[in-house]
């Protein structure tokens, strides 16, 4: 079994998305002290690399103890952004992804290599996003959510997040905050993203693994 972590250090002083309010981790407990550790974290819900259940944007939508565990896993596909071409109507998915004959992915995970910028200004700078022409295509395809290696599946200055509104409100997951997609490239492979259990959760923090298949 290959596994490659996806996923940011969680840790005070990491980037969070502007105008929010940024995690404390403190020790509560101490092995000098106690005789055992323990750490008091104090975070929002989509801090790090995380995940977005539909009722992040949509009212009394599915959440991260409601929605089911089977969406959060899946066959995936490395897409780079920006893609050369828009996707035209009718367009074979296959073809357009260039994915091996008969691989039908769950997840399609966008990168632009933007993850390198992580606890740096440039993280919150322009990066590419998919069109929301190509989401939507996608969820007539089928998937079960889609992923990127920046803070957003929508630009920083969006006003109106189509992507999120189009994703979460056809009840597909997004997964932000990725790394390493380097090294899936032209790969097949399982990803996880695995929420916490939070009642009524519209996300939560992940530990999103790949794990090669081919």
Known sequence: ?????????????????????????????????????ETLMNMLTHTGTHLDCSSHFIKDAGS??????????????ICDLPIAEEIKENEDMTTYL???????????????????YWKS???????ETPSNTLINRLIQWGIKGVGIDAISIDPMDSTSYPNHYSLLGNGKIIVENLKHLEMLKDKKFRFFAFPLKVKDGDGSPVRAVAEIVE
Do not use: C
């Open 1 to 37: 079994m290959k596994l490659i972590d996806l996923t940011h250090v969680m840790e005070n002083d990491m980037p969070v998305f502007p105008g929010t309010a940024a995690p404390i981790f403190s020790i509560a407990y101490s092995v000098e002290q106690n005789g055992f550790k």
């Open 64 to 77: 991260t103890d409601t929605t089911a565990i089977e969406n959060f896993a899946g066959h995936a596909w």
């Open 98 to 116: 260039n994915l091996p004959p008969n691989y039908r992915p769950d997840y399609i995970l966008f990168r632009t290599m933007h993850s390198q």
């Open 121 to 127: 200004p440039e993280y919150f700078h322009f990066f």
